[in-house]
């Protein structure tokens, strides 16, 4: 029965059976995990193969010994692979280390202390820089804003996106925002695909934001499908190049969730004038980046059917941990009103929404239980959820069979805050 039809002695009964429901949950002393978007052991397993793959065989296909120093911008058979995961051509890609995180970083601070352009470019000229943060998003992207003393602007997400009603207007009448977060397939943590529309209203962005503007568009979903019937991402590179925006859009990816999560390759894609000016720059900070890895990469998942084989195979493991997450909310939540809950098509996450003003109880209630869950907040700016709801929940590390019962324990700890709360309302 929905919340809202249930009596105050009925929601007194089911607040009794709840609270003893989670009494034996607390006797039971579990330490259980659902705080991040790591791959299982079971996923790891699937590049295991990488390991001796090169046989002795260092060189690359245009003879260059990979032992050595040198290829700023990567091996050309790295950059011809991952150019087709992004959408974009070798020319316009770079292959660096393993992680897509630490170009983003690298990325924003050129853009913030050098230029993009030049040292007139460089967003640190002005006492302001502001960077548009959809939301729910991604914790690490705000975490570089705030840590570099970057201003963020939260921007509603829509099922189709970011809401660009919003971000149009906002660069239109403020000169200082430098910039807009995007994960554009499969969203963290939302889960949604960017619509056509969507994708073409960004890359038009470059025509009406301020001078060097920059959109993050980091793509680290591109191939994490669960479902054969999963939305396309439309190519947002096609868009720039209709509408001249080319230098407007860094576009970003790794194998991080493909292959080893911690030795894997990370590439990212924009312009040749950004790249060249990038490269300039990084040439202060390395000789070349592991090349080796990137061969290794490369040999293993050779082409798009490998690399699409390859995803098949790691969404046979997590598909039955995303539907153990789904089939409870849906059974025990389904229309009682407690919280919605997105069913994603791909990608690491569910995203669950609490009744306003809940999420941290439900957090603070399920740590107490042994249940760690993503701190209520993380998907805002700052931290700061302002209807204290978005709680993401990350399916893919535990077993399955620990999965089921943190998923159940969650359940009890929503269920729970939700009647309480309910409770203090009708009395």
């Known amino acids: 029965m929905h919340i809202d039809q249930l009596s105050v002695a009925e929601l007194a009964t089911e607040l009794n059976s709840l609270q003893q429901q ?46 050595n120093y040198g290829g700023l911008d990567g091996l050309p058979e790295a950059r011809a692979l991952f150019s087709q995961v992004l959408g974009t051509v070798p020319g316009e890609t770079l292959v660096g280390g393993n992680s ?14 050098v230029g993009l352009a030049g040292d007139e470019s460089a967003w640190g000229n002005s006492d302001t820089v502001k960077f548009l943060c959809p939301a729910p998003g991604y914790d690490r992207h705000f975490a570089i804003c705030e840590y570099l003393g970057i201003e963020m602007i939260t921007v509603p997400m829509l099922d189709s996106g970011p809401d660009m009603d919003v971000i149009e207007a906002l ?10 977060w995007c994960v554009p397939r499969f969203s963290n943590p939302t889960g949604c695909v960017y619509s056509e529309d969507t994708v073409d209203r960004i890359a038009r962005l470059g025509l009406i934001a301020g001078s060097h503007f920059v959109v993050m568009w980091d793509n680290a979903y591109a191939v994490h499908t669960l479902y054969d019937d999963a939305p396309q991402l439309a190519p947002i590179r096609e868009f720039c190049l209709r509408h001249g925006t080319e230098d407007s859009v860094f576009q970003f990816g790794s194998t991080s969730k493909i292959t080893f999560a911690g030795a ?24 070349g980046p592991d090349k080796v890895n990137q061969l290794r990469h490369v040999r293993f998942l050779s082409d798009p059917d490998t690399l699409a084989q390859h995803m098949a195979s790691h969404a046979a493991v997590i598909r039955p941990r995303f539907e153990c997450v789904l089939d409870t909310l849906q059974r025990e939540l389904g229309d009682r009103g407690m919280g919605s809950w997105a069913a994603p098509r791909g990608g690491y996450f569910v995203s669950f929404n609490t009744l306003t003003g809940l999420a941290r109880k439900v957090v603070q209630l399920a740590d107490a239980i042994g249940v760690k869950l993503t701190p209520a907040g993380a998907t805002f700016p700052y931290g700061k959820d302002p209807d204290d709801s978005n709680i993401r929940l990350s399916p893919t590390y535990p077993s399955l069979e620990d999965l089921n019962t943190a998923i159940d324990a969650f359940v009890v700890c929503v269920k729970l805050a939700s009647i309480e709360d309910q409770l203090q309302r009708k009395q």
């Open 22 to 67: 989670y009494s034996a949950l607390k006797g039971r002393n579990l330490a259980l995990d659902l705080t991040r978007g790591k791959p299982c052991t079971e996923q790891a397993a699937l590049s295991d193969a990488l390991d001796g793959i090169l046989r002795g065989n260092y060189f690359a296909e245009d003879g260059t010994d990979v032992r």
């Open 100 to 113: 897509s995180l630490t170009l983003m970083y690298t990325v924003i601070e050129f853009a913030l202390s």
């Open 171 to 180: 660069v239109q009448e403020d000169d200082t925002i430098k910039g807009l």
């Open 264 to 287: 894997g390759v990370s590439f990212l894609a924009s312009s040749e004038k950004n790249l060249a000016a990038l490269k300039r720059h990084l040439a202060f900070q390395t000789i």
